[in-house]
């Protein structure tokens, strides 16, 4: 089962998707997509490694900021003849993949397209998964249209890879000041 949950910074959002997470399995594997670049994060980075460490719960973390489709694909694909189920999974966060994706691109022309094909790989592996896997992402688009051409590739792209997980997940959570809410039961359909 695909879950992905969404809302805006600090809304609460990966603290949700953690604990829900405890409740499907007793151990998972958390998949940490950021970077760090500079002193403030690898502080946020540690901070967020040593809360995990605290909880009462066994986490795995592996560092993965680009190859997250090949890593699904590799945890998917395990014999388990034996018996053995595959890993539960939490993702957090795919906008920060999707950066370190749309920055690994060193050509011009057909940016756009080439990313998008990544996000489709994403969600191929995502959707083919036989374990339980949480995806953790932003909303970006409700804020102000950003200034420079980038910036708007890159908050097209996010609600082209949201809208496409949000297609093959069989739950979307919304977290708002810290309350989530289930989504696709409220869906109106046309």
């Known amino acids: 089962m ?19 997470c405890m409740t499907l399995a007793p151990e998972a594997i958390y998949i940490a997509t950021a970077q760090a670049y500079d002193d403030e994060m690898r502080e946020r980075i540690a901070l967020h490694t040593m809360e995990r460490s605290q909880a009462d719960y066994t986490w795995t973390t592996v560092e993965e900021p680009i190859r997250l489709p090949e890593l699904l694909q ?10 053995d189920k595959a890993p539960t999974i939490m993702v957090d966060c795919l906008t920060i993949w999707l950066t370190n994706v749309l920055l690994s691109i060193d050509e011009q022309q ?3 397209q080439k990313v998008k094909d990544e996000i489709q790989r994403l969600v191929e592996q995502v959707a083919s998964y036989p374990g339980h896997i949480i995806l953790v992402t932003n909303e970006v688009g409700d804020g102000i249209v950003p200034e420079y051409p980038l910036g708007r590739l890159y908050r097209d792209l996010a609600g082209f ?3 496409a997980m949000a297609r093959i997940c069989s739950q979307v959570f919304l977290v708002t000041v810290g309350i989530p ?4 039961s409220l869906e109106y359909k046309l």
Request: no cysteine.
């Open 74 to 83: 590799e945890w998917g694909n395990i014999d388990r003849s034996n018996g």
């Open 161 to 163: 890879m949201n809208q």
């Open 2 to 20: 695909s879950i992905l949950v969404t809302g805006g910074a600090r809304s609460g959002k990966s603290t949700f998707a953690e604990k829900l």
């Open 181 to 184: 809410i289930e989504l696709k």
């Open 110 to 112: 057909d940016v756009a």
